[in-house]
């Protein structure tokens, strides 16, 4: 009984009212029924904070609390705050401080002014707008995202009047074609003046609450109310113990499931005589036993209403809107079609950051690992171009032309490693790469002639059975529509006639093996064996799990092999395999010894983390039969491309359900910051993984932990503990029998966690910031918000850098960099796990990004194709071309540019990218047209082989690879650069 009592108050009320609720759930559900009365509803989102808790991790609802306070205030007419109750322990700011500015297509305002004024108001000012409350300001062009909008938008200005408002995708960063009239800019934070900003930062700055930064993102929202006391002009806000003496000022009501020792003196709302909630069950039954009533149906459109199984029944009225109310009274009833939404799924972003910093590590193709210094103008025979400056040993300085940034890339290794510094001029990295281009063609043989043999034997015919359809649709879900088209890929396969050679990637719980599993029911219903193995007991443990609960239905004879089958079992099994009694076998590598009597298909979980001969021996297993390898890291997409031939990929890139995401929280080490976090997900039922990176100290931090929770079950982990023991122990965490797992890093990859929802990186200063994302992806995957802390020792001694990244993954953004950045060092990675054996020494010694490169050429060329990319052209045409810093302030946004500019193989790439630039900074200017020119000529030239483009005075010089060529001379108009320009394009085009 509970919409029905919102109903029956509310019907013919008026008036301002507050429903307190119990959490999100519940007010939505009052929610629906105020829309539904056509009364305004305005809900707060859940804010579980604690009085003067850092609200930065909070940044989002923060914003909607904001923007939804301000739109009940401005509301005309009788109107409902909805308010979960946890909310109303923050301070709520006076209708005063929501002020807003229009701007309107046409209208002059001056830039300074509106700079100023968003400061204030607490917008960010970002070089990117990706995220609610950034701003941008680059001459002019404004790009901001408004709190309460969807997209954010772009303002470009003719001077300093408007010329268009449009709205631009986050993802491309290009606009959408639409203008608007005129867009609203509520603030980020509040309206505050200068007075009011200053003495509130002067506040936070001093205040005695906990928080890694003192600021007003932080803090301010605490001390709003003081400053009344203060006598400064801010206007106080309302307090928890205000709310109960300002609740006469509503008709105020909570609701009955509400624990009300907070309020009081809260009335509880009073129980519906007349109405009451329906549980819906068949709508069809329930509309022809109450045809005396007048039904309702809300349905969000026609469409809806249209593919639902509704009867066609005589005097339905409609309500299209969203939201879902289910009541019935002695004359109404009312029902929905509506599904109550899930949150969405969220998809990777498309938009890559190849964020190069100033003193990263970076790899050359002829010169090796230096670090990069950033980018500098020079000039050069009387013209001007840029450059990127790139330290070798002795501090030796390499300057390489933006023209040619597709020679550098940046240097990744496993774990992180730091390498060393080559030496400029030396021969040694020639020979390096000579001696690991070798090891990559014996490597890129062995992966063809293995993919040769497999297509010397026929496939094994699986054609899909019929019953198939209806094991689909008894998984119990929905599959997402990468797993479908991941189903339907290896289906195919199976009965193209051909062995599948197949390679699923997809993250930790995103559906992999339920894909793996559709593949070998097929195999097993058309009468075939199928096998599944795992590197460890663990992860064929989960996977054997899984396998009893989805075939527990389907007469398949199941079984299971690893260390932990007594020597019986094993004997059995084996000789059940031999002579067919069962269908169906998981394990580990205990499973590379079992015959089979007719095994049609082998998927290998993870193989990369198989040893040498296990590998072998796997190969030799899967060389005639079908093959489905499995991997939770992405695979690079260049290296895709080139293997495509030899082998098959799928990819599912979002979750089977929209995940709570992760809340992070930056703060000082502090023993009793770790206790509480400890607690507070224990009290919640689930278990926490504690990441401490030094084997010395571990032990003693085992006993501070003691210390702190005597009662904790904690098992300990780190590299020195052997691989069987520490096997079991992750069993036995998995299984609930721990609270915590204290260790070096995250043992085990590849696997659900689904109870384990707190994480805290002890030390978190001294990890990357993709390990640091990494680790944080580990939480958070159920259906639980996940929490992690990373703590720093002491925040004095973080340098400014340094603070400022763990303050970016504290804004929790799907699309930051630092989530690309993992992403961008996960697929690398992923490429050298399909590699095979890690050439660990030599990936060291390049970085990743080139070896797999090499490689990538490597197969190209044992295929017998040509390179992808033949060697690019040299431009050296002595001409001013640059991207100018008065159109492209920011060196990262000019760097990045640069970047994509010069890996464009054709010409329609570089077109679309000064579209978007012209889109995002403005019109260009000449070195920059000129710079773009320049790349449009490069791709051209590539194409043509040639090797280089010079010019001196009036001519230009075009030299060919192919040295039986002539090199060939232009003679240009005048020496100036757009006659320079004209003629060498012409000559380009007319090839
Ligand atoms: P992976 O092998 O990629 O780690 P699993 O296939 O084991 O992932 O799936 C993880 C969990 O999610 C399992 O409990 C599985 O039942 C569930 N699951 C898989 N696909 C879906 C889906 N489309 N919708 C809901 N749950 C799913």
Redesign the pocket.
């Known amino acids: 009984m509970y919409q029905s009592d919102v109903y029956e108050y509310l019907k013919g009320v008026e008036g301002e009212h507050l429903f307190i609720c119990e959490n999100d759930k519940e007010a939505i559900e009052v929610e629906d029924v105020v829309n539904f009365l056509g009364v305004g509803a305005f809900r707060l989102p859940d804010l579980r904070v604690e009085e003067g808790e850092d609200l930065r991790p909070y940044r989002e609802e923060i914003q909607q609390f904001l923007w939804v306070l301000s739109q009940f205030y401005e509301a005309k007419g009788s109107k409902v705050l909805i308010a979960p109750f946890h909310t109303l322990f923050l301070p709520f700011p006076k209708p005063e401080l929501f002020e807003k500015v229009e701007i309107a297509f046409g209208e002059v305002f001056s830039v300074s002014q509106m700079k100023e004024k968003l400061y204030l108001w607490g917008y960010h000012f970002t070089d990117m707008v990706t995220q609610k409350g950034e701003v941008s300001f680059r001459g002019d062009i404004i790009d901001i995202f408004p709190i309460q909008a969807s997209t954010p938008y772009r303002i470009s200005l003719f001077d300093e009047e408007v010329e268009s408002i449009s709205p631009y995708r986050v993802d491309t960063q290009k606009r959408v074609s639409d203008e608007l009239e005129s867009l609203l800019l509520p603030p980020a934070f509040l309206a505050l003046n200068q007075e009011e900003y200053e003495a509130l930062k002067r506040r936070c700055e001093v205040s005695a609450y906990e928080s890694f930064v003192k600021d007003i993102d932080a803090l301010g929202l605490w001390h709003l109310g003081e400053l009344a006391q203060e006598g400064t002009t801010l206007a106080p806000a309302k307090r928890l113990g205000e709310w109960r003496d300002a609740l006469e000022e509503y008709y105020s009501f909570a609701t009955p499931r509400l624990d009300k020792s907070f309020f009081l003196n809260l009335s509880t709302l009073p129980e519906a005589k007349h109405y009451r909630d329906v549980v819906v069950a068949d709508m069809n039954k329930l509309i022809s036993a109450h045809q005396d009533k007048e039904i309702t149906i809300i349905a969000k459109n026609q469409t809806l209403v249209r593919s639902s199984t509704l009867d066609s029944f005589e005097g339905l009225h409609f309500c299209y809107q969203e939201g879902v109310v289910n009541i019935m009274g002695e004359n109404v009833l009312i029902l929905s079609l509506n599904k109550r939404q899930k949150s969405k799924r969220v998809k990777r972003p498309s938009l890559v950051l190849d964020a190069l910093k100033v003193g990263d590590y970076v790899v050359h193709e002829n010169h090796g690992v230096g670090i990069f210094k950033g980018i500098e103008k020079r000039e050069v025979l009387g013209a001007t171009s840029e450059f990127v400056v790139i330290h070798y040993q002795n501090e030796d300085a390499l300057l390489i032309p933006v023209t040619s940034l597709e020679s550098i890339e940046r240097y990744v290794a496993e774990g992180g490693a730091l390498p060393v510094l080559d030496r400029m001029g030396k021969a040694s990295f020639k020979k390096l790469k000579a001696k690991v281009k070798e090891k990559l063609f014996a490597i890129a043989s062995q992966i063809i002639n293995l993919s040769a043999q497999r297509h010397l034997h026929k496939g094994i015919l699986l054609q899909t059975p019929p019953e198939h359809f209806s094991f689909l649709h008894r ?1 119990g ?4 529509p990468d ?1 479908k088209r991941a189903i339907e890929e290896v289906l195919s396969d199976l009965s193209s006639g051909e062995m599948m050679d197949r390679l699923l990637s ?10 793996a599993m559709n593949a070998m029911f097929v195999a097993v219903k058309s009468g075939y064996q199928a096998m599944m193995i795992a590197p460890t007991t663990l992860l064929s443990a ?1 996977h054997f799990k ?1 396998m009893q609960e989805r075939f527990a239905k389907e007469e398949i004879r199941l079984a299971k092999l690893d260390r932990f089958c007594t020597a019986k079992q094993k004997r059995e099994t084996l000789e059940g395999l031999k002579e067919g009694r069962i269908d169906l076998v998981v394990g580990t590598h205990a499973l590379l010894k079992a015959a089979f009597k007719n095994l049609a298909l082998v998927v290998i979980d993870e193989e990369h983390k198989f040893g040498v001969k296990q590998k072998e021996a796997l190969k030799e297993m899967s060389v005639n039969v079908h093959l489905l390898s ?1 991997s ?1 890291t992405p695979i690079p997409r260049s290296l895709n491309l080139a293997l495509s031939e030899v082998k098959k990929f799928s990819e ?1 890139l979002t979750p ?2 929209a995940r709570q995401g992760v809340r992070t929280f930056v703060k000082q080490y502090d023993d009793k910051v770790i206790k509480e976090a400890i607690l507070r997900e224990l009290r919640r039922g689930g278990q926490v993984f504690y990441v401490f990176n030094s084997i010395a100290g571990i032990e003693e931090k085992q006993e501070v932990l003691k210390h702190l929770l005597p009662t904790l079950r904690m098992t300990v982990l780190h590299s020195k503990i052997s691989a069987k023991e520490t096997e079991e122990e992750m069993l036995k965490f998995e299984k609930g029998e721990y609270d915590l797992l204290l260790s070096t890093s995250i043992v085990e990859s ?1 696997i ?1 966690m689904p109870h384990a929802n707190t994480m805290i990186v002890d030390g978190a200063d001294r990890f990357g910031m993709a390990d640091l994302h990494q680790l944080r992806g580990r939480v958070g995957r159920g259906t639980k918000e996940g929490y992690c802390y990373f703590m720093v020792e002491s925040k004095e001694q973080l340098s400014e850098n340094a603070k400022r990244r763990l303050l970016a993954l504290e804004s929790h953004s799907e699309l930051g960099s630092g989530a690309v950045l993992a992403f961008h060092d996960l697929e690398i990675r992923g490429g050298g796990n399909i590699i095979g054996e890690a050439q660990s020494g030599h990936i060291k010694q390049i970085g990743y990004g080139l070896y797999l490169r090499m490689l990538e050429d490597a197969i190209l060329e044992l295929r017998g194709k040509s390179k992808l990319t033949s060697s690019a052209t040299d431009m050296k045409l002595a001409i001013d071309a640059y991207l100018s810093e008065s159109v492209i302030f920011e060196d990262r946004l000019r760097l990045e540019l640069y970047r994509r500019l010069a890996h464009c193989e054709n010409v329609a790439e570089v077109y679309e990218i000064e579209e978007e630039m012209v889109d995002r900074f403005g019109t260009l200017d000449r070195t920059t047209r000129q710079y773009l020119d320049v790349m449009v000529m490069k791709v051209l030239a590539t194409q043509q082989e040639i090797v280089k483009i010079s010019s001196y005075g009036q001519r230009v010089f075009i030299e060919f690879a192919h040295s039986e060529k002539e090199r060939e001379v232009l003679q240009a108009d005048s020496k100036d650069d757009d006659d320079i320009i004209a003629v060498t394009m012409q000559y380009l085009k007319k090839k």
């Open positions: 998984a879900f929905t599959h997402t797993q997809a993250d930790v719980g995103f559906g992999k093996t339920e894909v989960q899984s499995m939770a599912i089977p359900m590849g659900h």
